[in-house]
């Protein structure tokens, strides 16, 4: 395993409610000493505001966590485990999260750097405005350039529990500009749990806020703030209420959450087995005009054939 001590981690913070339960889990359970917690926004200037921290602690690596993240140390372990075995090249290592509303294992909100190619890293995040998921591009050309990541099938926590209404309203419309063509293989799951669960209620009325949104999206915290605190006072919620310490180990919360038989479609859809343990080459290069209209055309016809089932509670 990675000497902990050797490892700068830091907390990318937008607000969310977990923030506080993530450090303290960071800190108490997996025993990180070295931490600082960033609330840079949008998310690009967060990803470069991590590497300027990594590379002014001297420190060899450096652990990223998004605050909407909640770590599990024998997973943290395994992935500090990996990443020693692996080839110097080798830039970034990411585990899974068992994600609230793809309630699948999947990457998100980890990623462990070695800040030998921090420098150049910098040079890789996109403009903002310019990518959806600023963080996978600029891992896809730091891999075209010869410094590859290797995907993980550790996982290291669990994603997305405990948020902020606010929050979740934000990240559901993003997904489902995102990620648009597997909202059908997960609404059926939205519709059931929000039944007893208000949080898929939100999670539902942003979908359909999306699909009906012609707006450039941004990724940033403070985006649909005014469409969020409308769908609350639409569905009769309140904004939940600071979040106390959780009472059960985060190992009792992540070892409990299943994946449902029916999703194993969207497991196969999101994280294909034949991605997982390896290291990722990939070529990268600009879309011409003609590919980036063709990617939008597509998108808007996905759009018109999309069909979000009303919520019938």
Request: overall charge neutral; aromatic content about 10%.
């Amino acid at each position: 395993m990675i000497d902990k001590n050797s490892i700068q981690v830091i907390i990318r913070s937008a607000g969310e409610r977990t923030e506080e339960v993530c450090s303290n889990l960071l800190e108490n359970e997996c025993g990180f000493k070295h931490f600082r917690s960033i609330h840079e926004v949008p998310f690009s200037k967060a990803i470069s505001r991590g590497f300027e921290i990594g590379l002014e602690s001297g420190k060899p690596w450096m652990l990223c966590i998004d605050a909407d993240v909640l770590v599990d140390k024998d997973g943290i372990g395994r992935l500090l485990d990996v990443a020693l075995a692996l080839p110097e090249s080798v830039f970034e290592v990411q585990g899974l999260v068992r994600d609230k509303f793809f309630p699948v294992n999947r990457p998100a909100g980890n990623h462990l750097y070695r800040l030998k190619y921090a420098e150049e890293a910098l040079k890789c995040i996109p403009a903002e405005g310019t990518s959806l998921r600023p963080e996978n591009t600029m891992l896809n050309v730091m891999s075209s350039k010869g410094y590859p990541y290797f995907q993980s099938d550790a996982v290291v926590g669990i994603h997305d529990f405990y948020q902020y209404y606010g929050d979740i309203f934000r990240k559901c419309y993003l997904h489902a500009k995102k990620h648009g063509h597997l909202l059908q293989l997960v609404c059926p799951y939205w519709i059931a749990q929000s039944k007893h669960d208000a949080d898929f209620d939100v999670a539902l009325m942003a979908s359909v806020a999306a699909f009906n949104s012609q707006e450039k999206v941004r990724v940033s915290a403070n985006f649909t703030l005014e469409e969020a605190e409308a769908a609350l006072k639409k569905l009769g919620l309140h904004e939940k209420e600071t979040l106390k310490p959780l009472d059960d180990s985060i190992s009792n919360i992540s070892g409990s959450f299943l994946i449902p038989e029916y999703m194993m479609d969207l497991q196969l859809a999101i994280t294909p087995l034949e991605t997982l343990n390896q290291v990722v080459h990939y070529k990268y290069k600009v879309p011409t005009f003609n590919e980036r209209l063709k990617g939008k055309i597509a998108y808007e016809l996905g759009k018109l054939t999309q069909r979000i089932p009303k919520n019938e509670k």
